[in-house]
């Protein structure tokens, strides 16, 4: 895999856009921390990461851990990459976002089956807008774990795909990744939109199956490789796999080129 714009298992730049740091409310999760996220990249030949702050959410007012986001990572700046939470849903929303996209943010996260935000709500449809106008990306979340292991607590479901592609569908100018999707819902969400709508739609490949499925490659001949990115889901998620699953590729599709957030983040 050779790209400017690309990602390979070989590439000296190299972004993982779906990592973590702070803990989960459901369960332990070993070393959340911003410093061994940095050894974990430095570890597995990744440049470079886009980190969220996993409790915030599950806040209603995700500013306290926004700020802590950017405290945590700010010594690792070279490296991390804070991605803040955004609720469209709290008030003075509008201006957090500008002050995120003042400060150089790539993106901002949103959480709509934690917030009991449905398909067709308003609130985050004029979020992408605001994303889309504001020049960053939209980062959604798909799941944190598999619905067989969920605390009995956590009662959100997962992010649909009628509620990806309304999103999609919102704008125009925004650019949207959605992480932890698996080969089910991507075909779902993409083969329902049109082709200008899936240009603004992208996926990572952290809940992507590698062999023995192949779902990895299936997705690379159908929609595309320029539709997916690198992510992991550290820490809730083992980091060596998306580079195994890069590895494991079939011969006809091992050549093929994985789309980077220097694609994926708007020009601003």
């Known amino acids: 895999m050779t790209s400017d714009h690309g990602l390979s298992t070989s590439r000296s730049t190299l972004t993982d856009v779906n990592t973590f740091i702070g803990p989960y409310p459901f369960r332990h999760v070993p070393h959340p921390e911003p410093d061994i996220l940095v050894k974990v990249l430095a570890r597995d030949a990744v440049q470079r990461a886009w980190v969220g702050h996993l409790p915030s959410a599950f806040y209603r007012d995700p500013s306290h851990g926004n700020l802590e986001l950017f405290a945590a990572t700010e010594a690792h700046s070279a490296i991390l990459s804070p991605v803040p939470t955004v609720r469209p849903d709290w008030p003075k929303w509008e201006t957090a976002l500008a002050e995120y996209v003042a400060l150089g943010v790539p993106a901002v996260r949103a959480y ?16 992408a807008i605001a994303c889309g106008e504001a020049g960053v990306a939209l980062l959604l979340t798909v799941r944190f774990e598999d619905l067989r292991q969920r605390h009995h607590l956590d009662s959100a479901g997962d992010l649909t795909g009628a509620a990806i592609r309304a999103i999609a569908r919102a704008s125009k100018q925004a650019h949207i990744l959605v992480t932890a999707a698996g080969r089910a819902t991507i075909e779902e969400a993409h083969w329902g939109l049109t082709p200008d709508e899936r240009s603004r739609l992208w996926w990572d490949i952290s809940w992507i199956w590698g062999p023995p499925d192949d779902d990895l490659a299936h997705l690379i001949r159908t929609i595309g490789s320029d539709r997916l990115a690198y992510g992991s889901g550290w820490p809730l998620r083992l980091s060596q796999t998306p580079r195994a699953n890069l590895d494991l590729l079939p011969a006809d599709v091992a050549d093929s080129v994985l789309a980077s957030t220097e694609t994926i983040a708007p020009r601003r």
Do not use: I, K, T
């Open 112 to 127: 709509p089956p934690q917030w009991g935000m449905g398909p067709q709500d308003s609130r985050m449809q004029s979020l």
